[in-house]
């Protein structure tokens, strides 16, 4: 069955709060997606007193056909999510710390982002219109593998001892000693 791909762009929005300690001047939490949004560069969207919320990025969801499993388990979770991956910004000069790098719905994919601990990973809500593509691809091209179970070669590997013990031991009995010196008196 040939590899199917589909893209969407996905926008990314971010909300900056003051921070909570004096290390901490701002605190960064990706809260929302926009489905198909167009591109922005820290956009600002809305402002509360000093909460201010961006459109930080547009970038690109794609869905396999060969993920349709990671994409069931999400879909299949309590509240649906979107794994979005922040990395630091390289740039000396920015006056934004992060920069967005990856989005994806795959529930195997964001949990080794979450385990690698590189960046900010956040995890929000899939939006109905999101869930609703992403059902469709998934009946569309999901292909149920059965499970097989390894079973292991009926070859005996306990016959020849191979190998085994120090080849300095001359003796037979005990070929797992170690080798001692000659002490001279």
Known sequence: MPLVHETMPLGVVVRRTPGVTRW???????????????PADWRELRREADAVEYHA??????????????????????????????????DPGARIPWRPAF???SAYEGQDYLDSGDGLVELVPMPAGLIAWVQAFVDAHHVEEPFVKRKRDRQRVDLVEDGKGDPRVRQLADVFRAPTTRRSV
Do not use: H, I
């Open 57 to 90: 990025a547009t970038l690109t969801l794609d869905l396999y056909s060969s993920d349709t499993e990671g994409y069931q388990v999400n879909l299949g979770s309590t509240v649906p999510g979107v794994t979005v991956v922040l990395r630091d910004n390289t």
């Open 103 to 105: 989005v994806t719905v």
């Open 24 to 38: 901490a001047r701002w605190a960064w939490k990706v809260v929302a997606v926009l489905p198909g949004a167009g």
